[in-house]
């Protein structure tokens, strides 16, 4: 099979979707993880037809359909029914999926889709070019990723049925990565083609081209999708039935998980405390592959307009004073990686050279001195207050541990929680905060997962997970504009080893770890995960052991 | 005065009542919803994780939430007057349609536990009366501390991890085995086995309460007059108990389950989630928490109503046990 590559021309038609699973060590995490995550790849025996999935949807995503909406259950939800262009490794070289070939010209201006023959809608329509054409144009429109990753599509052509060109003003180097379902879905024109596509009936009820079709969705209860027997992919999905069970409390989701009401569930879907004691279990397994989508990264955003955080001596004493292997260790269970940059070291841009700021309060102290905020006889140098994001239950433990850590170099700090929506509005809109510690995911791309958080452009009062600290630098908007436009592979290394060693420098956010988010999966499950896309794939693979 | 009448002028009498206390809880309710920060367009915006001035300003125009307040007051109340709940921006579906999906389920629950909570309640209690002093009032004495002091949400996991971990006996959460295609007596065993759990924890701590409430009254009509005449009249003691004694006694314990009738709705919602239930109170906690405004007020509302519906059976109740309420 050749390896298609974005950059030099290349015609892709190999389709040999059972060659997967081949564990790959670079996506991998540490090897304490890795110990753990039973790789599910000895594959001697055949896929068994029948039985039913239960999965876990946590939280209930507010649609089904991912074309407006880019919250993680949605994903997932919506990558079962509506399939995307193509699919992914666990590097994130592309498979066929919709497309079965693909070509990009040597500028980058122009890519060229081949698509799959005879592929029906789950309502008897064809699959054509046209609705290629429009769902680019409605993920241009309507999509919050898709304005930036589509921004430069100046034409979408379709000189046949099965041909879609996509025709860009300026190169979009990450465009070829955003193709997955459950980022870029392609809906059905002659369903969307008329009224509001956000108020669209079907978003609730998709019609799509993927192995499975939607059947019922009780809410706060259960997602049920049934296996397509027409499915593009002859002889799959595996299995006859899939549901998507809500579960809102934690320890409710590992007694099911004990009880086997509950077969599969990603993204941490139970407290990382509860963890070992699961893994001991004879039925269950952890899987940490299938989020290269995602890649979470844990970092601490300082308010630079903070009359004492806007001291760089300030913010260096608090990056030394910080252990990142005890937020590794300690805070993340050893599920993480650390990341002294905003660019993990799963992605090709990592810099690999920067290592995190030396843990040593000796110097932590001797900044905090000289930059005129010495102790009081004894008392704290000065009083911060550090607000955390209410996610999950890392970052309140993240935020405790900031809290011991600055005690010993004379910051007293006050931990402060709130639900989510008081979150995002005190630090995006209000920026009545100090510093924080917060999680965001960097995604596939760092012109789409990173720049959003360094770059000037991106100081907008009010939206979630933009330039939270305010941080504007010349050098760095223009290098992260530059890469964001550059079809040279090697030049865009380059311009993001800059940038990630002047942020590292000027640290507006102290970047911590790389979580490596955990599946957990009956043994019965087999084939969950086969691509980057882990479970937002479509799970056509995926069977049930006897 | 017949009973017909004096009945019937309780009723009209609650319901007039009723129509300016609802107004007030729909107003009161909307301006404490707006003093929440943050509103639901923040919260699509942030659990997507990506979000620009465009698509916010797009949610917000979709859901109205850029009209000024007394705009947005004055639609709601105007699609109110219309028996129209509204539209919840997060779910993508009419408000009324929302509620009425989940209803059933809660009230399924909650009337099962209520039910529960009052014949134990009830029943303890009155062995307690009974035997005041002695060894079963004593053992109950300390069960029932025990139901009052424990969280209601502890005692659903622990008989989660007992009874569906351990034992394997019942479901561990969810209303329904998920495409068992039940119908007519299965069905219903079905949901029983489901409800079983989650009604039993909701109930303990009103069990607790009614158990001691029955007790304390029951002793204290045993003091009265009519209670010895009936004992002088060489009725069995047992038949003094429940036809004198007990049914004075319950005048507290009604005025105490119409006010609980609206706790439980509050309660309920830790136990839904607990046990995956489906109902109202996690529906008005989902909402609390996405800021969708318009189910919260709709739960609000609906749940205002239930109380004073309520409220108006225990009046009627009142009336029926005690000919001297007018």
Known sequence: MDEPNAQNRHRMTGINRRHFLIS????????????????????????????????????????????????????????????????????????????????????????????????????????????????????????????????????????????????????????????????????????YVSGDPLSNSHNNAPIGTGPFRFKSWTRGANIVYERNPDYWDAGKPYIDSLVLKVIPDAAARSAAFETGALDLGGENPVPLTDLPRLTQ?????????????????SEIDFNLDHPILKDLRVRQAIAHAINPQIVQKTIAYGYADISPTPITPASPYHDGKLAPYAFDTATADKLLDAAGYPRKNGGPRFQLTH??????????????????????????????????????????????????????????????????????????????????????SPEVDRLLESASIEADESKRVGLFQQFQQIVYRDLPILNLVAPRMVTLANRRVRNHTVSAQGLEGNLADVYLRV | MTRRTRMAGIARRTVWQAVPTVFAIVVLNFFLLKLMPGDAADVLAGEAGSATVETLAALRAKFGLDQPLLHQLGSYLSHLAHFNLGYSPRYDAPVMQLILARLPNTLILMSS?????????????????????????????????????????????????LF??????????????????????????????????????????????????????????QRQDFVRTAHAKGLHPLRVS???????????????????????????????????????????????????????????????MLVIIANLGIDLLQAWLDPRIT
């Not at chain 2, 309640?121 to 139901?147: C, E, N, Q, T, Y």
């Open chain 1, 24 to 191: 790959t060590g670079a996506t991998l995490a540490s090897a304490s993880i890795s110990s753990l995550a039973v790789a599910q790849n000895t594959q001697t025996q055949a896929p068994r037809r029948g039985g039913t999935l239960n999965m876990l949807i946590n939280p209930e995503p507010p649609v089904l359909v991912s074309i407006f909406q880019t919250t993680g259950p949605a994903l997932v939800a919506s990558s079962k029914v509506l399939e995307g262009l193509l699919a992914y490794d666990f590097d994130l070289k592309p498979k066929p999926q919709l497309a079965t070939a693909w070509d990009v010209a040597q500028d980058g201006l122009k890519y060229t889709f081949t698509l799959r023959d005879n592929v029906k809608w789950h309502d008897g329509q064809p699959f054509t070019s046209a609705d290629v054409a429009f769902s680019i144009e409605l993920l241009k429109s309507v999509h919050p990723r898709g304005r930036s990753t589509f921004a430069n599509v100046t034409r979408i052509s379709t000189p046949d049925a099965r041909t879609a060109v996509i025709e860009l003003a300026k190169p979009a180097p990450y465009l070829l990565k955003a193709l997955s379902a459950g980022e870029s879905p392609m809906v059905p024109k002659h369903l």
């Open chain 1, 281 to 297: 279990l004879p039925q269950l397994v952890t899987e940490t592959r299938g989020y290269r989508f995602l890649e979470p990264l």
């Open chain 1, 387 to 472: 607000d955390f994001l209410p996610y999950g239950d890392m970052y309140r433990r993240q935020a405790d541990y900031v809290k011991s850590a600055l005690a010993r170099v004379g910051i007293e700090v006050t931990v402060r929680s709130q639900d989510l929506p008081s979150f995002l509005k005190r630090v995006y809109a209000d920026r009545q905060f100090d510093f924080t510690s917060i999680g965001v995911n960097t995604l596939f791309d760092p012109s789409v997962g990173v720049q959003r958080l360094y770059w000037s452009k991106n100081i907008r009062l009010g939206v979630p997970f933009s330039n939270a600290p305010h941080y504007s």
């Open chain 2, 113 to 161: 536990a209520l039910a529960f909570a009052v014949v134990a309640g009830v029943v303890f209690g009155a062995i307690m009366a009974h035997w005041a002093g002695k060894w079963p009032d004593r053992v109950l004495s300390v069960l029932a501390l025990l139901l009052y002091s424990t969280p209601g949400f502890w005692i659903g996991l622990l008989a989660i991890i």
């Open chain 2, 164 to 221: 569906s971990v351990r034992l394997g006996w019942l479901p561990s959460g969810g209303d329904v085995t998920v495409g068992a295609n039940l119908h007519g007596v299965a069905y219903a065993a079905d949901v029983a086995k489901h409800a079983l759990l989650p009604a039993a924890t909701l109930a303990t701590f009103f069990v607790a309460i009614y158990a001691r409430l029955t007790r304390a009254a029951m002793l204290e009509v």
């Open chain 2, 242 to 304: 429940v036809r004198h004694v007990l049914r004075n006694a319950l005048m507290p314990l009604t005025t105490m389950v119409g006010i609980h009738f609206g706790t439980l709705l509050g309660g309920a919602a830790v136990t839904e989630t607990v046990f995956s239930w489906p109902g109202l109170g996690r529906l008005a906690l989902d909402a609390v928490m996405a800021r969708d405004f318009s189910v919260l007020l709709g739960v609000l509302l609906l749940s205002s």
